[in-house]
């Protein structure tokens, strides 16, 4: 079942890379070993299965079906990578949210009441890695990120894909930090990105190790894909315009309460189109 969901997860990231750059798929896989290792002899069970209901929800989002959300809320049940995506119940309509929240309250504390020592599946992993040092390291590193990306989101009206994509970032780079473990952020950066920078960001820490092994090692990897994300996201800071964002800085409390403000998750498909709507400071 695991080798049917791994060969059915590459079977649907070749249908959407089809549909939007193609040449992203064999650029991801510059290190074929790796994932078909991770994928086939480790088996990484609930990452595949989270995998393909992502892809699913991301299907779902490229026609702007409401739905997407509830698959996103059993992503987040079966791990917590995609936990980021939680903030945007604010833009949803009644009833979806309400869908949104009760699949994450069934899937995330029900269990609570049914297993004895619940919470001790979130304590493994930290007690094998990591420890309060290197977690205040990664708090520094993803706290701002996570509070620019979302900023990025509400100006150029990130559509529900480009949401959903996102959405899977955020916390696995703070487990990958704080537990010095690559595969977190790297396996998730597979799910396919129509602007590009998640999967060239994979790419990079994945393939620049294997064709230059004599001078970047494979543990760079985590930074190279780290470096890569946060390049990709001053560059999207930039298609904002400079004016606009030293604007935003000077009334803090009103771009907060823009980013807060219940939206409809429509968002715009052209990256330029959003920037072009950005430039326009609003009084």
Known sequence: MILGLACLFVALLVVYFLRTRWYLFPLLYLNFFYFSQRFVYTQDNTYLVMLVVVMAALMLARRRHESCHALMALAITMKLSPVYDGKNVLGMKRGTGVLFVTILSAGLLLPYFIWDNYFYIYRYGNQLKGNWLSAVGAFVVVMPFTVILWYVETRLGFDLEDRA???????????????????????????????????????????????????????????????????????????????????????????????????????????????????????
């Open 165 to 283: 994509g996102w959405g899977l970032v955020p916390f696995v780079m703070f487990l990958g930090l704080e537990m010095d473990v690559a595969r977190h952020l790297l396996i998730v950066l597979l799910v396919p990105d129509k602007r590009g920078v998640r999967n060239i960001a994979a790419a990079a820490g994945l393939g620049l190790p294997e064709l230059f092994p004599n001078f970047i090692r494979f543990n760079s990897s985590l930074s190279i894909a780290t470096a890569v994300l946060v390049l990709g996201l001053i560059g999207d800071v930039e298609k904002i315009g400079w004016a606009v964002v030293r604007n935003d800085l000077r009334h803090p409390m009103r771009t907060a309460g823009m980013m807060l403000a219940k939206v409809e998750l429509k968002g715009i498909s052209s990256g330029r189109n959003a920037a072009g709507c950005a430039r326009r400071p609003t009084s």
